[in-house]
């Protein structure tokens, strides 16, 4: 193996433990906006787990999956939520949910489940948008009607 490859494993490494390792600081006090999920959220972290997710390939798959568990930790705050649908993580999602492993289809859809659902002290007008985005990206025609996401995610994520 040359210096070169080494390297690149070196950096797959490093974002898979560096996002697994945000996942359980962000998992364990998401509700407190003085926690550690509120830090990611404000110093960047959201557009860097996205663009992670973006640049995963399949050595980076996991990877990939700790960032869709950070980004969904933070989409359980509504202040997040917006964030991280504004960042562009829909879609690095649904495409983990189409060609991940197991566990990371499970984390895709729990991800966009969180992105799609309401919630109090989100705008309403802003949680239209998300969900309609979410279900077009999901190929949902009947986006509206309650439950026409969640269906569509489970049966992605169990096939």
């Not at 960047?44 to 869709?68: D, H, P, Q, W, Y």
């Not at 948008?129 to 309650?146: D, F, S, T, Y």
Request: hydrophobic fraction near 45%; aromatic fraction near 4%; proline fraction near 1%.
């Amino acid at each position: 193996m040359c210096i070169r490859d080494r390297g690149s494993h070196w950096a797959a490494d490093t974002k898979r433990t560096a996002c697994a390792l945000l996942g359980r600081l962000t998992d364990s006090n998401t509700g407190a906006r003085t926690s550690t999920a509120a830090l990611v959220a404000y110093h960047g972290g959201i557009e860097l787990l996205v663009k992670t997710m973006k640049e995963a390939s399949m050595e980076a798959t996991f990877a990939c999956r700790n960032a869709a568990y950070v980004l969904r930790n933070l989409a359980r705050d509504a202040r997040s939520r917006c964030h991280v649908f504004v960042s562009g993580a829909a879609v690095p999602l649904v495409t983990l949910l189409g060609c991940g492993m197991a566990d990371g289809k499970a984390v895709a859809a729990r991800a966009l489940q969180k992105l799609s659902e309401d919630t109090q002290g989100m705008d309403k007008a802003d949680h239209l948008r998300m969900k309609q985005a979410i279900g077009e990206i999901l190929g949902v025609a009947k986006w509206n009607e309650p439950l026409k996401i969640m269906e569509e995610l489970r049966r992605r994520a169990r096939s």
